[in-house]
């Protein structure tokens, strides 16, 4: 799998990627989570959304460097190590499974509307040594001096 995009239906205005077969897959937010854009935890990652509901597109793919298109609205770049079984993405209704070889990743989020459509790409990029850093954030997010990589699972 180089590529993969399918469509999908926003809930709670986040959109999760998690290790497949994971417990309690979804994270808990608390308002640095809300400000920073996403909630963090080993395994798990949940992404806050352009809009909080509606249809948008879904694209994952296995790129070799971290790189943004001119008319992304907010990109944010996470570790994830990725386990026997891949990944699951999607909403807190529905989830796909995808099979992404195992291995340390520069996970980048991107997110941007095309003709009315929102549409996010997560793009995994092997890494050594990850580190979670906002590339380009949008008047939504009001970043904090540190990023918040602790997160509780929803229960």
Request: with cysteine; hydrophobic share 40%; net charge negative.
């Amino acid at each position: 799998m180089s590529e993969f995009s399918f469509e999908t239906e926003i809930f709670y205005s986040q959109i999760a990627l998690f290790q497949y077969g994971i417990d309690n897959p979804f994270n808990d937010w608390n308002e640095l989570h809300v400000n920073q854009g996403f909630s963090w935890r080993d395994g798990s990652v949940s992404f806050g959304t352009l809009s909080s509901d509606g249809d948008c597109k879904i694209t994952v793919k296995l790129t070799k460097k971290v790189e943004t298109d001119g008319d992304v609205i907010r990109a944010i770049v996470v570790p994830f190590k990725v386990k026997k079984g891949g990944i699951e993405i999607g909403s807190v209704m529905e989830t796909v499974a995808i099979d992404i070889p195992e291995g340390n990743y520069e996970l980048l989020f991107t997110a941007k509307n095309v003709n009315s459509t929102e549409h996010y790409t997560f793009s995994f990029i092997e890494s050594e040594n990850p580190i979670a850093k906002v590339l380009k954030a949008d008047d939504e997010l009001n970043l904090p001096d540190n990023l918040l990589m602790k997160a509780n699972p929803a229960i």
